[in-house]
């Protein structure tokens, strides 16, 4: 079992950055890949990107590829989605997501575990 809280969200205007963090509780977050998953009113969701147990492989999804990063800090137990340029079809629920180390993967429900997930708005 662990719980995972997303934080940082907000309603900020285009362009501007947010960064979001995701806390794991436990002892096994190293033992972890993580996902970011946003979800807007009416649609499906969709996956954002992936990070490796160690950090040191990353996979995104191609909407946002070179305007989100996503790194993590295993000492914090803490990942984070690092959203720059946003624009206003950016606008959903925002998920963090954890999976037994396998391998990177897009698919939602790979990921066994899920936070609660956090509100950004992206105004135009």
């Known amino acids: 079992q662990v719980q995972l809280v997303e934080s940082g969200g907000g309603l900020v205007q285009a362009g501007a950055s947010l960064r979001l963090s995701c806390a794991a509780s436990g002892r096994t977050f190293s033992t972890y890949d993580m996902g970011w998953f946003r979800q807007a009113p009416g649609k499906e969701r969709e996956f954002l990107g992936a990070?490796?147990?160690?950090?040191?492989?990353?996979y995104y999804g191609d909407s946002v590829k070179g305007r989100f990063a996503i790194s993590r800090d295993n000492a914090k137990n803490t990942v984070y989605l690092q959203m720059n340029s946003l624009k206003p079809e950016d606008t959903a629920v925002y998920y963090c997501a954890a999976r037994p180390s396998s391998g990177l993967t897009s698919r939602s429900n790979a990921y066994d575990y899920w936070g609660q997930g956090t509100q950004v708005t992206v105004s135009s």
């Open positions: 990070i490796s147990r160690s950090g040191r492989s990353t």
